[in-house]
């Protein structure tokens, strides 16, 4: 019987896994991300996939199959077609191998949202290299750090970067810079990435031995960033994210989102995944970005909360200017989001708002639509399909509704470790995230914060999060950081930096009324420093070590 058992169940595995390919295989369709094409195109994207495997950049060049004259990218400059990206990167790939004279492992980008991002990161692919993708908001001798540690030789960069490359240049051996973008012309003998796409068009370097990856940095708030690697899901990943959020195939969206950032780049790969046209400018500005929307009928729309945080902030008679009647979805992600802001852009343009939770060491883990937000607005929602989670007490068991806890992932998309050789903690096959929270009795989740970021003052455990959020409901407050800070007496205390909304004033013993009246007094933080704005990293998150006073 038990024999017979096992026999039964091969088939029962095998039908699980033929249903489970037809749903993905029937999101892809509805989605368009699928769409017949003439048998000549299929051949064409088999040869790719062929060449280039699933890594995140082939997708460009699938999508130059598919729209050769679509437009891909429009940016200060105008707009490109994929075809035309593939051209460029295949130039700038033979001028880096022409200059260098050799083999490349490694191509650092420091660039914002534009063309020259999106050439370098193409080419790194072409010579088979990692693409090393900086934060724009580094110091020099943080640049320096990471250059070293991860081997780069090459570095593309903004000119308005010259004086951060500065470091780098004194450490980094035989340094090739190239200026991917420049508001002035170049001089005579210094390397551009326009340069060299204009003498070497036409060109395209030989068949890498080996494919490169994309190397993405965790955000480095309170030190020297890690550099990550990552497998594709494959269509499995891509079939949970738009089941969550719907994604159309040829349609446009804006990408506001840093594209260094983990969150950003995801953004830009889904849109070339789905052949989408891609609207961006160099620097985020509210209103500009609602212009962009509605200019370019965009049906999507990417940022970081603070982004959005930053739109609702403009005056009525400016939001007034703008309708976003084609936006179908916003997706945002990389940090806290801030309720009311939320709540207000959606009373505002529509219930579109998708708030994921992700981790550049696991990709997308749960999407809150807005349903989730609506209920609770500062809810993660439930993990995408394909995507396990589990929330842990400190013995490892799971952990009653309501209940804080580690927050365990299991997904589709496998973390490859980090480039430094450091290495994430794995627990019966899931990947401790490093943050704690919640799941309510319906399964959303609630994240708390990190785990590193739980502070015991006088005995008491206590989540900054949970401060931060009573604070930022406080009508004079615009934004709020809480933060733990060594204390003689208590061993450490709770210190809250504070930014006061626009013809609003309070005193620290108001916010700390504020806050006694809702949580334990031990939650009551015992500093409150008031600031004209919180230290944020590009990618919206705040930067504790860089917050003065009792911070330090």
Not at 73 to 102: C, H, I, N, Y
Not at 230 to 243: F, I, K, N, Q
Not at 391 to 405: E, K, N, T
Not at 522 to 529: A, H, T
């Amino acid at each position: 019987m038990t024999g017979l058992r096992r026999i039964l169940r091969i088939p029962l595995r095998l039908l699980h896994a033929l249903r489970s390919q037809l749903w993905v295989f029937g999101m892809l369709v509805r989605s368009r991300m699928l769409v017949w094409m003439s048998p000549a195109k299929y051949v064409a994207l088999v040869r790719v996939i062929g060449d280039q495997g699933t890594t995140a950049t082939a997708s460009f060049a699938l999508a130059a199959v598919r729209r050769p004259g679509g437009t891909a990218l429009v940016d200060e400059r105008g707009s490109l077609t994929w075809q035309q990206l593939q051209d460029r990167s295949a130039a700038l790939a033979a001028g880096v191998l022409d200059v260098l004279g050799g083999p490349v492992d490694v191509v650092a980008v420091l660039c914002r949202n534009h063309r020259g991002f999106v050439d370098a990161l193409l080419a790194s692919s072409r010579l088979g290299a990692d693409a090393l993708l900086l934060n724009t908001g580094f110091s020099g001798p943080q640049l320096a750090d990471v250059m070293e540690r991860e081997g780069a030789r090459v570095i593309v960069y903004d000119e308005e970067f010259a004086d951060v490359v500065a470091d780098a240049r004194a450490r980094v051996d035989g340094l090739v810079e190239i200026l991917g973008w420049a508001d002035r012309r170049v001089p005579e003998g210094v390397l551009s990435s326009d340069g060299l796409i204009a003498a070497h068009h036409g060109q395209a370097p030989p068949k890498p031995a080996g494919r490169g990856r994309v190397v993405l940095l965790t955000s480095g708030t309170t030190g020297t960033p890690k550099g990550a690697r990552r497998s594709g899901g494959g269509p499995d990943e891509l079939a949970g994210m738009l089941e969550a959020i719907p994604w159309r195939g040829e349609e446009t969206v804006v990408v506001a989102a840093p594209m260094f950032h983990a969150w950003g780049f995801g953004q830009l790969v889904i849109a070339a995944t789905m052949a989408c046209t891609v609207v961006t400018r160099r620097r985020f500005d509210p209103e500009a970005t609602l212009r962009l929307v509605d200019d370019h009928r965009a049906t999507g729309l990417s940022v970081v909360p603070v982004m959005l945080e930053r739109i609702m902030d403009l005056p009525e008679e400016v939001l007034d200017r703008y309708s976003l009647s084609s936006l179908r979805f916003v997706s945002a992600s990389g940090s806290r989001m801030r309720p009311q802001s939320v709540i207000a852009f959606m009373d505002r343009f529509g219930d579109v708002v998708h708030n994921s939770y992700n981790a550049t060491e696991a990709g997308q883990i749960s999407v809150a639509g807005p349903a989730d937000l609506r209920h609770a607005p500062d809810t993660a929602g439930r993990p995408v399909r394909g995507t396990r989670l589990r929330v842990v007490d400190d013995r490892g068991r799971d952990a009653p509704a309501g209940v804080v806890g580690r927050i365990l992932v299991r997904g589709a998309s496998p973390f490859d470790g980090y480039t430094g050789g450091d290495e994430k903690q794995f627990v019966d096959g899931y990947m401790v995230s490093g943050d704690v929270g919640r799941l309510d009795p319906d399964g959303r989740l609630y994240v708390v914060g990190r785990d590193d970021d739980m502070i015991v003052s006088g005995g008491e455990n206590v989540h900054p999060v949970e401060v931060e959020k009573v604070l930022g409901q406080h009508r004079a407050v615009r934004d709020v950081v809480v933060v733990g800070v060594d204390d003689e007496s208590f061993g450490q205390r709770l210190a809250a930096y504070v930014v006061l909304a626009d013809g609003s004033s309070a005193t620290p013993d108001d916010l700390k009324a504020h806050v006694r009246a809702q949580l334990a007094g031990y939650k009551v933080p015992r500093d409150v420093v008031f600031l004209d704005e919180l230290p944020r990293n590009a990618s919206g998150k705040v930067m504790a070590r860089e917050l003065p006073g009792a911070a330090r």
